[in-house]
């Protein structure tokens, strides 16, 4: 099976820009989950998407938003980007059943903001 | 609210040393505790898992196991090689909730 894919790798963006960033879940998984790591906070969920429904937010500003494809595919996306929301931005995805499933993880998006 | 705690690194050992990364949790209820590995530039790999107490996860090596009593989810491995520097993370899940909880990440490098 393949994994989970993200794309784009790599951006770089100034701030007041926004961005979309995509991941493309293992097949048959119904489940998305995004999570931001920077080097002062660790890896911080930011939102989980099930069946095309947001099932679970964590603690971020409105400006980061997501949804979810019916092909499960998600996206997330930031708005008037700020200097702070230079990161890697992980994606995992898992079937969608209880929640003791693995979460596989995607390679992630580096993200620059200037 | 639930969070993880693991040892503070960088930990340093020579090739063939006893690796043991400390991990302790605070949950309600009963979490599955996972442990991920991430490399430069990668993302995030799952090395092992455990879903209830005293379950014993186990993979390349790597062992850890749940314990109920201490909260605890400490990972060792008897030998370790120059290949398994990296970051390691502890994380939690919670039955029916999937914002999974995670520890700083502790960053091995071993040397040849």
């Known amino acids: 099976k393949a994994g989970v894919t993200q794309t784009p790798r790599y951006l770089i963006k100034t701030r007041g820009q926004q961005v979309t960033l995509s991941c493309s879940p293992i097949?048959?998984?119904?489940?998305v989950s995004w999570y931001q790591q920077t080097p002062g906070q660790g890896l911080q969920f930011l939102f989980e998407?099930?069946?095309?429904?947001?099932?679970n937010k964590g603690n971020f500003p409105g400006r980061f938003s997501g949804r979810q494809f019916s092909n499960s595919r998600s996206e997330m996306n930031v708005s008037t980007l700020e200097l702070g929301d230079s990161a890697l931005y992980l994606c995992?995805?898992?079937?969608?059943?209880?929640?003791?499933?693995?979460?596989?993880f995607g390679p992630g998006t580096r993200l620059t903001v200037l | 609210g639930d969070s993880v705690t693991q040892m503070e690194g960088p930990v340093t050992l020579s090739e063939e040393a006893f690796l043991t990364i400390n991990c302790t949790y605070t949950?309600?209820?009963?979490?599955?505790l996972f442990w991920y590995v991430q490399y430069p530039g990668e993302g995030l790999q799952l090395l092992l898992k455990?879903?209830?107490?005293?379950d014993k996860g186990s993979n390349k090596g790597f062992e850890a196991t749940y314990r109920k009593e201490t909260t605890s989810f400490h990972l060792e491995k008897g030998s370790v090689q120059v290949s398994d520097s990296a970051v390691y993370f502890c994380?939690?899940?919670?039955?029916?909730?999937?914002?999974?909880?995670f520890g700083a990440g502790t960053r091995l490098t071993v040397k040849p």
């Open positions: 995992a995805s898992y079937g969608g059943g209880p929640s003791t499933d693995t979460q596989y």
């Open positions: 097949s048959g998984h119904r489940s």
């Open positions: 998407y099930f069946s095309e429904t947001q099932r």
């Open positions: 949950a309600t209820g009963y979490p599955s």
């Open positions: 455990a879903t209830k107490a005293d």
């Open positions: 994380a939690l899940i919670r039955h029916n909730n999937n914002d999974m909880r």
